[in-house]
Structures are given as C-alpha cells and as structure tokens.
C-alpha cells in the first residue's frame, strides 16, 4: 500500500515538472530564433515585440549578414545594433511589430537548485529544448577575448554548439540567463550570462552602439606582495599588479607611472590582479581624477591619474 501511494506521489510530482517545463516553454519558445551567418549559426531571444534580439558576440562578430528564422518559419535579415566582445552579448533588430517576445528576469532571485530551461539551435536542430537545474551563481569565465566575464550562472542542462545565444529560463517563463559557453571535455559544465548582465549591456548597447570602458595605458601581471611589505604599507593584500611596460602618451605615462611599480589600490579599492584593475576601468572612470596606490621600491606611493576612453579596435 505504501509503495503504490509512494509511486502515485511521485507520478504526481514528474507531473508538475512536466507542466512547469511545458508552460516556460509555451511562454518562451516562440521568441526563440535561429541566427544564420556565413560561418556557422548559433540561437537568439527577441525582447521586445518591435524586435530587438539578443545573442551572443561570438555568433554574429565578422559576419556580413545575419538571417533570422522564428519558430513558426517567418525569416529576415538583421541589422546589428551593437556587440561587445568583452561580455559576449550583441544585439540585433529585425523588422515587424507585436512579435513574441521574452521577459528577462531579475538574476538576483535565481537560486542554487532551482530548474533551468536551455531553449536554443544546437548542431541546427531547430528549437531544441533541455533542462537541468541551476548548479552555481556567481562564476567567472575567461571570455574568448581574454578577458575576465563574472556574473555567470553554472547549469547542467545540456548546451552544445548552436545553443549559444539561446535562452536558460526559468520555470516562471523568464529569462533567466543568455547561454554562452560549455567546457568541452567535460559533462554538465555549462554557462550562461545573468540577465542583470545582459540587461545592462543591451541597454548600452541601444543606446550607444557599444559598452564604453576606460583605460590608463599599462601593461602588467600578478605578482606577489611581500608579507612584511604589506603589513608595513597597511595593505591587506597577497598580491597585486607589477607594471611591465607603459604606453607612451598614456594617462599612466602622464601620472608617472614607472616600470616595477605594483598598483594595489584603485580609488581605495584592493587590486590583487589583472582582473580586479579591469573590474574598475569603466565608464564612469573616463576623464575624471582617481587615486592609485603603487608600492615603488618598498615605499608606498600615491599617484593622481585621468583614465582615458578606450578605443574600439577594429
């Protein structure tokens, strides 16, 4: 008897399942496109119902065209509004109007364990549909520029190629993240962009046509920090960043700057890395004062610097 209502309970329960798939699917599903370019293609979200779509950098860079097909066969040519390399999230914009659209959900609500809906193209099968749960938040992912990609969601449900771009939804029917990456030989190791991120970054991207950052013209590398030398300058770091070389006419050169110096603070802020010196360079910084903290010959020095804007290149 127990083993019959135990079996009911969890038929029951797949059941539920089954419908909170199927609905996230219904709400989603039909704003999820396939993106054709001469390389290759890869998986977009409309957004907004005068067709604004998301996807990933990666799919559309260098690409003279870009064809997109809706779930119900209506296909277009897309203008690229904007891209940024260093997030892996473009925008593009089709033509018509009251198109299915997605909501893009507060990442912040998004819990560890909660189930995550992969909606995409993977190896051209059409509207493809898996799921998983939501294995980690917060990570960070090495972008194919190089550069550090942080407010990355970890889930298992089974992205492959043709799927970046795709939506990870939530059982609400929201999206919750812009899939992005796998890690090859592994299994279940898959990634996707927060959609407080990508939010963000399309709004700039509307707005100017690309994400503007800052920049003071060095070159550098983590390198230890001496114990007993930060302990004396009053700095709570292991690390920070040994400037290698400076760029000739830069903020930095301009700030005096030397070769060997390590900068360990930014605006007051620790700086134990290449990283976290990027982490700070951003819009905001352009053309306005900031105070950077080098260690110089075991003394610590403060230098008054001016980033510039960074120059997008080709």
């Known amino acids: 008897m127990g083993s019959a209502t135990s079996l009911q309970s969890d038929d029951t329960l797949l059941d539920a399942y089954s419908q909170a798939v199927i609905s996230a699917v219904d709400a989603v599903g039909p704003s999820v496109v396939r993106l054709d370019v001469a390389r290759g293609g890869g998986s977009g979200v409309i957004f907004t119902p005068d067709g604004f779509l998301l996807t990933n950098s990666h799919v559309v860079d260098g690409s003279d065209g870009v064809r997109v097909t809706l779930p119900d066969g209506r296909a277009s040519e897309a203008q690229i509004i904007g891209s940024d390399v260093l ?24 819990r560890v364990g909660q189930v995550a809906i992969a909606i995409g193209n993977p190896f051209g099968f059409h509207h493809s549909v898996t799921t998983g ?27 492959n190629p043709g799927n970046s771009g795709g939506a990870l939804v939530s059982t609400a029917g929201e999206v919750i993240g812009l899939n992005t990456a796998t890690i090859v030989p592994a299994q279940g190791l898959c990634f996707a962009i927060a959609s407080n991120t990508v939010r963000f970054v399309a709004s700039r991207l509307m707005r100017d046509g690309r994400i503007r950052r800052s920049f003071i013209g060095v070159a550098g590398q983590q390198t230890p920090v001496p114990r007993a030398l930060a302990r004396a300058g009053g700095i709570a770091t292991a690390s920070g960043v040994l400037v290698v070389s400076i760029e000739k006419g830069s903020p930095a050169e301009a700030a005096a700057f030397r070769e060997g110096d390590v900068i360990v603070r930014f605006d007051g802020a620790l700086i134990a890395g290449i990283d976290d010196l990027l982490r700070h360079l951003t819009d905001e910084r352009i053309d306005r004062t900031v105070s950077i903290t080098v260690l110089r010959r075991g003394r610590k020095v403060e230098l008054a610097v001016i980033p510039r804007e960074l120059e997008r290149r080709a």
């Open 133 to 159: 749960v939501v294995s980690a938040l917060g990570r960070s992912l090495r972008a194919r520029s190089g550069r550090l990609m942080e407010d990355i969601i970890q889930t298992d449900a089974a992205l």
């Open 87 to 110: 997030t892996d999230i473009a925008v593009l914009r089709i033509g018509g109007t009251a198109l299915p659209w997605a909501r893009l959900a507060d990442s912040r609500s998004i």
